[in-house]
């Protein structure tokens, strides 16, 4: 069966450095989407992607994030300048179009800062 | 705005006995979709169920059975003849078909005892 995955599992960095997580979303899906899990906290909506364009964004992803969709297969998140408190679990997720609600998620990359 | 509302953090459950996770929510739409995912300590979301709120039969899928009060805001799990492997971390989540995020509970640890 298709699955979204992440690489890395687990990402360290220093406080104020970039970090790039990479998404390989299922192929034949057209939307796509980030979202956060701080440690022993809710699953928070960063943002969503479609066509090339962020279709929706929460207040959490401000300007030290962004994503790109670099080529046919990858999707990813990027901080510019990482903060302790970005430390979290990262899920890629990707449905295969707005009539089918159903995101299949990936793994997760843990994100530490130090 | 949506909110959705996870009250037990932790349950447990002898293995074959039945258990029941609760789940709450806040909305103004009419038309949405509701689901459980399951988080498994390999931390990868797995989607376990889902309901269409325009449906009233509950939906079911083999042990795993929801009780959805659309007026009462509530869509509760069922899991029979509770399994080993249904240990994980269970959550709740919300998405309205005019938007394209999920908004999650925070989640019911639930521990399957031998």
């Known amino acids: 069966e298709p699955e979204v995955t992440q690489t890395p599992s687990h990402q360290v960095t220093q406080m104020g450095q970039e970090v790039i997580l990479r998404c390989v979303p299922i192929s034949n899906h057209l939307y796509f989407y980030w979202y956060r899990q701080i440690l022993g906290q809710k699953v928070e909506f960063l943002v969503s992607?479609?066509?090339?364009?962020?279709?929706?964004k929460s207040e959490i992803f401000d300007d030290q994030f962004s994503v790109e969709r670099p080529d046919g297969s990858n999707f990813t998140l990027k901080i510019r300048s990482t903060k302790l408190e970005d430390s979290a679990m990262y899920f890629c997720a990707s449905s295969i179009g707005t009539d089918s609600y159903e995101q299949y998620f990936g793994p997760g990359t843990r994100l530490t800062v130090t | 705005a949506q909110t959705v509302t996870q009250s037990q953090p932790e349950m447990s459950v002898q293995e074959a006995e039945t258990v029941t996770l609760s789940c709450t929510y806040d909305?103004?739409?009419?038309?949405?979709?509701l689901f459980w995912y399951k988080q498994p300590p390999s931390r990868q979301m797995i989607l376990v169920i889902r309901?269409?709120?325009?449906?009233?039969q509950n939906a079911t899928e083999n042990r795993f059975s929801v009780n959805f009060q659309k007026a009462a805001k509530s869509f509760s799990l069922k899991i029979s003849d509770s399994q080993l492997g249904d240990t994980a971390m269970y959550f709740c989540a919300f998405i309205s078909n005019t938007g394209n995020q999920f908004y999650f509970g925070t989640g019911t640890s639930l521990t399957v005892i031998p």
């Open positions: 909305t103004s739409e009419n038309n949405y979709y």
């Open positions: 992607f479609y066509n090339n364009e962020i279709s929706e």
């Open positions: 309901q269409e709120a325009y449906k009233q």
